[in-house]
């Protein structure tokens, strides 16, 4: 059974930085991709990034591309979300999330519990 635990979250001034950590653990975490997601209130989760199983790849939200890093450390098996540059609408609760399928899958089936971050104008 795989269990994803975020921790990290807070309260933050906008132009701030947080950084989210996501313990795995029930499987082989380096042979998964991981993502981070987030949901606003009132709005429907979205995506916000992703890397690969190896940690060579890695994708972006537009609204977040240049102010948020996704990183790996598969020794620890833990992902990371690295927020610089915080704005007000970063406001939500973040997920961690990673795939049933191994390597390549993309399709993200197991979800922690979540962390919010409140960012403060």
């Known amino acids: 059974q795989v269990t994803l635990v975020e921790s990290g979250g807070g309260l933050v001034q906008a132009g701030g930085s947080l950084r989210l950590s996501c313990a795995s653990s029930?499987?082989?975490?380096?042979?998964?991709?991981m993502a981070w997601f987030r949901q606003a209130p009132g709005k429907e989760r979205e995506f916000t990034a992703d890397?690969?199983?190896?940690?060579?790849?890695?994708r972006y939200a537009d609204s977040v591309k240049g102010r948020f890093t996704i990183s790996r450390d598969n020794a620890n098996d833990t992902v990371y979300l690295q927020m610089n540059s915080l704005k007000p609408e970063d406001t939500a609760v973040y997920y961690c999330?990673?795939?049933?399928?191994?390597?390549?899958?993309?399709?993200?089936?197991?979800w922690g519990q979540g962390t919010q971050v409140t960012v403060s104008s």
């Open positions: 890397i690969s199983w190896s940690g060579g790849y890695t």
């Open positions: 999330a990673t795939t049933r399928t191994p390597y390549d899958g993309r399709t993200y089936d197991y």
């Open positions: 029930g499987r082989t975490f380096g042979n998964y991709a």
